[in-house]
């Protein structure tokens, strides 16, 4: 890694742009979200270095820093945001008039406060939307399983059915072929009382005779 230029930046943007104070910026950006108390003299000092001789900072410079720290921790940016906005109260607060180049400073550090702020709500709302979406997607996968469960069991309600209806089929059967039996075995049966009344009826004759 190159110490001049931490974070990469010369390698990804136009080479004709300072590099350096981009570089200096983000690593003060770095350090105050890093602080927990109010920032003090230093950054402010820091600050006035990096934004001296009419320095604008790369737009892409800071995106790229505001991403990278946001991977861990979205908030980050706001704290940072947060923070500078602490410093350019204090500052305009103890502005002096016709200070020219506070005034200056101000609006530099007000853009960027503005930037970062900006980066913020953008990141923020796209980190939201990737959560609806996550939990969309989850709760479509959630449905397609129900789905196919609920299907699983009507294919199987109506196998069960199936079966039910040839177990039916086949008791009617039985049915039908024990009437069937029943038929013939009464036949016979009668056919054997018919012969004995019969044959009752000849023997009484011949007697009598």
């Known amino acids: 890694m ?6 990469g930046w010369g390698e ?4 004709r742009f300072n590099r350096d104070g981009d570089n200096k910026l983000c690593e003060i ?5 890093c602080v927990e ?18 320095f604008r900072h790369s ?6 820093f505001l991403i990278k720290i946001s991977e861990s921790d979205i908030n980050k940016i706001t704290i940072i945001a947060d923070k500078l906005f602490d410093i350019y109260n204090e500052i305009n607060k103890n502005l002096k008039e016709n200070d020219k180049n506070e005034e200056d400073f101000l609006k530099h550090l007000f853009k960027l406060y503005d930037h ?29 399983t129900t789905i196919k469960k609920q299907s699983i069991a009507v294919n199987e309600t109506q196998d069960s059915i199936q079966a039910t209806k040839k177990e ?42």
């Open 2 to 7: 190159n110490p001049n230029d931490p974070y």
């Open 12 to 15: 990804k943007l136009d080479p």
């Open 29 to 33: 950006l770095n350090n105050l979200c």
């Open 37 to 54: 108390d109010t920032p003090n003299d230093s950054f402010v000092s820091e600050l006035r270095e990096v934004y001296k001789d009419n």
């Open 59 to 64: 737009y892409s410079s800071i995106n790229a």
């Open 116 to 144: 970062i702020n900006l980066e913020a709500v953008q990141l923020q709302f796209m980190a939201a939307t990737s959560e609806q979406i996550r939990k969309t997607e989850t709760n479509i996968q959630n449905t397609e």
């Open 168 to 209: 039916i089929e086949q008791v009617k059967i039985t049915i039908d072929k024990t009437q069937a039996n029943y038929v013939a075995i009464l036949g016979i049966f009668a056919s054997i009382i018919i012969a004995f009344v019969a044959n009752m009826s000849f023997s009484a004759s011949v007697l009598q005779n």
